[in-house]
């Protein structure tokens, strides 16, 4: 267990072999080889330092071993954002930096200590690393997700389409035991054409945005209201100079009517850091 | 189009990100649960739902508000018993519950106590059936054909009132031993091998007046309603028909409006036509009256449409238009001499001495 009253160890590699229970947590890996201190930002305001090896480091602090856990969500919420926080902060200091996601630790051994074990790592994964690391420098991740109003759509493909035009004409005529007939076929064919606009709409938005950005991944779409539908979610790694131009790109497509468009970040570059 | 930062705003973003994303170290210096590795692992069962949460904002109240309602639902049920009061058995058991056309055995759990026999429905706090032993009459238990054509056992009390209440459960005879020993306890007397009533108290309540009632059962009834179209109604209604000293009457079950009554001069004929009924109700037998040349169909248990046809046609050979009386020796009423002798009074619950003895040997 983490006692502590324990004096913090900073320089990290003067220390051979530390009890058995010790961890660090990691926030990023930045592009610098300087030894520092970042003072007590991190989680449940421990000391942030940074574990350097050759001209890359890790942002750590030290706890015990084991994972944060907390049933109170205030506490999650909290750490949730430190932890962004101290990522943000490792960025402006020095530069690039690959965040890791939340609650990773990396532990001791038998003779071998956490910091060791996180220069070994370093070591290890140095030219992947280094790879990332040009890959992000100087760009940011921005989260792009983009919504329609299903009613809205449903009604413009209803004016439009001769093929459903016809069949509602039929269905206003019919006596009403027919007309409950024709409307699943009515239902059906609204929802084919609306899968059909909806591959449609995705593709040209995904061609513009491809223009402003370095690199998309798609998320899964999320479930939300039923006045905005989810029809895409992406992660955009964007250069700099070219976040203004997306948002004016996304600008566009937000004024379609129907349309809303949700822009977040700059975050760290999350999406497109993982190994593999 | 700026991008927007705000914390509270975009957490649900930073957490899709911080949570499942980042560098992932495959390496066994990491802390894991059970091999993997270990990226916000304990914090996801935490956080699970966590959006949904912000979505409404207020879902820590509603959560608690739930989990309350809960606590309450869940806390254990108590058969509300009177001060003082004593459980003597407790099992689980069932009763005919009846009303109209409609019946049904409604489940519970049967508790004797020193002093009630109650059926209470533990999920809805109800009480479904109760009376105090001082009202029990007497008990009898007849084997009787369940529809799955097995044979269960049903215990039949009879009250002071000559109500009949039945209860079928597991073990039938302890029940009536139970209740037996804490009458005997209270110094309360049961009636040895009491009689049933013949009649179906429940549609007797349809009969009013001074009518006195020969025969009487639940029958579906077809009104002769002619439509426009000139096509007969083709509705049949739940109702009772009976038999009495002045006229043959049929009463519907909800409105309870009596749509047929002949009196027995006018019935001029009467007899059984098999038909289908549409569904699985093929070749049927009905029973067609006719009076001033209408005729009305009446259908249901066959057993009943043969009663039906015997009673009629007692009625109809006799050509009389007097239905024989007697006078009840119990209560002194005047009641049909057919009905008084084979099913009993319909007004006290007497049973002729000869009938006792016919019914004591079905049910021994």
């Known amino acids: 267990m983490l006692d502590n009253n324990k004096p913090e160890v900073v320089v990290a590699n003067e220390v051979k072999a530390e009890s058995k229970g010790e961890g660090r947590y990691l926030y990023c890996v930045a592009d610098n080889g300087e030894r520092a201190d970042l003072g007590k930002i991190g989680l449940d305001g421990k000391e942030v330092y940074t574990i350097p090896l050759a001209d890359l480091c890790a942002v750590v602090h030290n706890c015990p071993s084991e994972p944060y856990k907390s049933e109170d969500q205030e506490v999650v919420k909290r750490w949730v954002m430190t932890h962004e926080k101290v990522v943000e902060i490792a960025g402006e200091r020095f ?23 996180i220069k070994n790592w370093l070591k290890q994964d140095y030219a992947n690393l280094k790879e990332k690391m040009n890959k992000v420098r100087d760009k940011a991740e921005y989260g792009v997700q983009i919504f329609w109003d299903p009613k809205f759509i449903t009604d413009e493909i209803t004016k439009t ?34 899968e059909k606009k909806a591959d449609l709409c995705s593709k040209d938005f995904y061609a513009r945005i491809k223009k402003c950005v370095f690199e998309i991944r798609v998320e899964k779409t999320k479930k939300t209201d039923e006045k905005r539908q989810m029809l895409m979610n992406l992660s955009c790694l964007v250069g700099k100079e070219k976040s203004k131009e997306l948002g004016e790109e996304l600008q566009k497509i937000s004024e379609q009517e129907g349309f809303f468009v949700r822009f977040t970040g700059p975050w760290p570059p999350y999406s497109f850091v993982a190994f593999g | 189009m700026e991008p927007i930062r705000d914390t509270h705003a975009t957490l649900v973003d930073l957490l899709d990100r911080i949570l499942d994303k980042g560098i992932v170290i495959y390496a066994d210096v990491i802390v894991s649960v059970a091999g993997i590795p270990l990226i916000g692992v304990n914090l996801r069962a935490a956080l699970a739902g966590m959006e949904t949460m912000l979505k409404y904002g207020v879902m820590v109240d509603w959560d608690e508000k739930s989990r309350a309602w809960e606590r309450e639902h869940r806390k254990k049920k108590v058969v509300p018993l009177m001060e003082g009061e004593e459980i003597v058995l407790k099992m689980f058991g069932s009763q005919l519950y009846s009303e109209g056309i409609y019946t049904a055995w409604r489940q519970g759990q049967l508790h004797l106590t020193d002093k009630r026999l109650l059926l209470y429905q533990k999920d809805f706090d109800e009480i479904l059936f109760q009376t105090p032993l001082e009202k029990i009459r007497g008990m009898v238990i007849r084997k009787e054909k369940h529809f799955t054509k097995e044979e269960v056992e049903v215990l039949y009390l009879l009250f002071q009132d000559n109500r009949v209440a039945q209860f079928r459960t597991v073990d039938i005879y302890r029940l009536k031993e139970a209740i037996e020993e804490r009458m005997k306890v209270k110094g309360l007397t049961l009636e040895e091998n009491p009689i049933l009533p013949g009649f179906d108290r429940r549609v007797l309540k ?14 579906w009834c077809q009104p002769l309603i002619q439509t426009s179209g000139g096509i007969l109604n083709d509705v049949w209604n739940p109702g009772s028909l009976y038999l009495s000293d002045q006229k043959l009457c049929w ?18 004929d009467m007899k059984i036509q098999i038909r289908d009924l549409g569904g699985v109700l093929k070749k049927k037998k009905l029973l067609v009256v006719s009076c001033n040349g209408t005729e009305t169909c009446f259908s249901g248990e066959e057993e009943k449409i043969c009663q039906w046809e015997k009673t009629l046609n007692k009625i109809m050979s006799k050509q009389g238009t007097q239905l024989e009386m007697e006078t009840c020796p119990q209560c002194g009423e005047k009641a049909p001499t057919d009905g008084l002798l084979e099913k009993g009074c319909s007004k006290c619950g007497w049973v002729s001495p000869k009938l006792r003895e016919e019914v004591v040997e079905t049910v021994v």
């Open chain 2, 251 to 268: 009463q519907h079950h909800f409105n309870e409006k009596t749509t047929v009554e002949i009196p027995l001069d006018e019935l001029t």
């Open chain 1, 95 to 117: 530069g690039t930096v690959l965040p890791l996601g939340f609650d990773t630790i990396i532990k001791g051994e038998e003779d071998i200590s956490p910091e060791e074990n």
């Open chain 1, 161 to 194: 389409s001769e093929e459903i035009k016809s069949l509602n004409q039929d269905i206003i005529s019919k006596p009403k035991g027919m007309a409950y007939m024709l409307k699943p076929k009515l239902e059906n064919l609204l929802k084919k054409e609306m």
């Open chain 2, 206 to 219: 349809f009969v009013r007046g001074e009518e006195k009632v020969a025969h009487i059962s639940e029958m």
